[in-house]
């Protein structure tokens, strides 16, 4: 929906208007197809290239966390659904990946696996709920549901409670491949996070992709043109579960940990401000904002509170100047859809 | 030892008013979320922060200017309405013409400040605040021992939900607020001043946040978290009263908060987690909610 076109009494469509961010809608172009087709090049190069120049558990955490931002951008950003609990996802998987490589000493491509697999059926069940309110309503009843899933993992056993799982074993990928040395992990990490994005990419622009769309731009015309549109936002939000237990797996993983910080309400709020910095419903915002915030949150980790306060500040400047998000800016500069 | 269906009954009612305690505190924090979300249609997430404000306010006035328990009951609240008000002229004011999501970004965004500098401010842990004079000691009654706050809070609590419900069905100034909830633009052109509407809606319901922090903060410890997670299960209220009907918000605060004080006597375990099972149900038999309009 755009933002212009909003008329400011907003009391009856409150409920009936699918809401989502002001994503403009621009026609994909072969042009723009072949731009995407740079963009990718680039952050391949750039992939292969930043362990060079950087801390590689630094980039391993930043691209765990974009491939959690743009799991949560394919819901927000194409099915217009802002979720308020995707830390649940996320934390889930990274539990039972954890808990899968040290209890039942499965191979870590198969404990990753685990945890997207947790995550899917976790989505299924808090997507079906979530799916039946609209608007600001979805994002309580996700907020609300994935406190309750903060509330088992504390109380359960298999979790650690306060804990978490400790010293998760890294193991050997296919049973051979030994993952302790970073620069191995690193390659793993980074063919995750690409096949993440590519699959991502594909699922915006398939078909499907554009019910999606048109289901955010306007439910009841995509509900009268005879689409089931339950299915497709239950289809998304699964999609979305399932990746971004993806990237709290192979989080859980890299830094042999599983803790209640990942399940817990910021971790929601974090993923939003990942997104949000980086740019709504532009398909590589969420890349941009992790590089971001995960640096921002490295350099202030000495200054405690601050980290709070200025996450807070951030939401609010975004909110009120800076909409479009990094990328978003960068998109209307170079006049191509990122 | 009296028992009731095998548990003492002293402890069952001791349970129970805890319950009807942290209903009285759900009541008055979802009810001026609903009063907000109806006119401004923002989702007020900073509204368990200024809780929490409401009730560090009170602290303050305590401990650094000998401002007893009822000048912090007058106090906090219209210090943190006022605060309210700038968020509103400053802020919030500036997102009406925008889709409702982008208020709740911005209040969370306001939420994580708040917490944050209290948290600079004072730390952590918890700071007590011990119950006015006036208002200590208790009444031993045949099934249970009542003490005399408690008591206070519940009736306090419900006779202000009811002077909000009045004031909102009863007087000229509700009837301006219902008005303008159902149609803004109309109202308008009556020459009702709107914008002022919505800046003294804002401010009485982030008050009565505040009040309700005030009489927390003798039950609870005060600490800049206890906004965090009571805001979640107030939202979860919220959605299952639906925010359609004042008094659904005061019934459902209510009656929630006694379910919740239920499950600590037969279930310990699922009190946490209760109030969100019953969300689920909700959803699944009457997505609207149980007071809620359906669309």
Known sequence: MSVTAEPAVMTETAETQGSGPDAPIRPESRDAKRFHRYVMFAIAVALVLLPFGLYPIFVMKVLCFALFGLAFNLLLGYGGLLSFGHAAFFGVAGYVSAHAAKVWGLNPEFAILGGVAAAAALGLCIGALAIRRQGIYFAMITLALAQMVYFFSLQAKFTGGEDGIQGVPRGRLFGVIDLQDDRVLYVLVAVIFMAGLLMIYRIIHSPFGQVLKAIRDNEPRAVSLGYRVNRYKLAVFVLSAALAGLAGGTKAIVFQLASLTDVHWSMSGEVILITLVGGMGAIFGPIAGAFVIVAMESYLAPFGAWVTIIQGAVFVVCVLLFRDGVVGVLSRLLKRPL | ?295
């Not at chain 2, 609903?34 to 923002?42: D, E, M, P, Q, T």
């Not at chain 2, 319901?205 to 600490?223: D, E, K, N």
């Open chain 2, 1 to 295: 030892m009296t028992t009731l269906f095998g548990f003492p009954t002293q402890a069952l009612f001791g349970q129970l008013l805890l319950g009807l305690i942290n209903g009285s505190f759900y009541a008055l924090l979802s009810l001026g979320l609903a009063i907000i979300f109806g006119l401004l249609n923002i989702i007020n997430f900073a509204h368990g922060a200024l809780y929490m404000a409401g009730a560090f306010v009170a602290w303050i006035l305590l401990n650094h200017l000998g401002l007893g328990y009822w000048w912090s009951l007058l106090l906090a609240p219209v210090a943190v309405a006022l605060f309210g008000v700038l968020i509103e002229r400053t802020l919030l004011s500036r997102l009406y013409k925008l889709d409702h999501l982008y208020g709740l970004l911005l209040t969370f965004g306001l939420a994580l400040i708040i917490q944050g500098m209290f948290r600079l401010q004072f730390g952590v842990s918890g700071l007590p605040y011990a119950v006015p004079a006036e208002l200590a000691g208790g009444t031993r009654l045949p099934f249970m021992y009542l003490p005399t706050y408690r008591g206070w809070v519940v009736v306090a609590s419900l006779a202000v939900c009811l002077t909000t419900w009045l004031l909102i069905e009863k007087t000229k100034l509700g009837a301006y607020l219902r008005a303008a909830t159902e149609n803004p633009a109309l109202v308008q052109t009556f020459g009702v001043n709107v914008p002022l509407l919505l800046t003294v809606t804002y401010a009485f319901g982030v008050g009565l946040a505040a009040l309700a922090g005030v009489l927390a903060a003798p039950i609870y410890t005060v600490s800049p978290m206890m906004g965090a997670d009571i805001i979640i299960v107030v939202f979860a209220v919220v959605v299952i009263g639906g925010m359609g009907s004042i008094m659904g918000s005061i019934v459902t605060g209510f009656g929630l908060g006694l379910v919740e004080g239920l499950t600590k006597v037969f279930y310990p375990q699922g009190s946490t987690t209760v109030i969100f099972v019953i969300m689920a149900i909700v959803l699944l038999t009457k997505p609207a909610g149980l007071f809620g309009r359906s669309s």
